[in-house]
């Protein structure tokens, strides 16, 4: 995270501080990155997985590089985990959620 004492003495750069938090990504990256939903990321982080903090009440920001790091080592594990297999290579977005939702409420007016 930057912070005072990060950059204390130093002369500012633009690039370098896009550097400096380029690796942090939001939740719906993370989940693109290691192919579970965004409730499977938070749960990550809280339990030490993957590394990240939480900025506010609702929103977290995660290391890239523990994502990739956690995906290579999913990978190298052949996918033999407990749990849901994770789907690779979907992009997830909200939209894709919210439909998810609709439809399955017009299921539950129609019966």
Known sequence: MVCHESVLGQEF???RFRAMC???VPVPVACNIVG???AGVVRMVRRGQLKGFKLNR???AVDRKSCEQNLAEYLASG???PGQPRRLGEERNGTVLKKRRQSRKNQQKGR
């Open 22 to 24: 380029s690796r942090w």
């Open 79 to 81: 996918g033999k985990r």
């Open 36 to 38: 579970v939903t965004d």
């Open 58 to 60: 609702t929103s977290w």
């Open 13 to 15: 750069s633009k690039t």
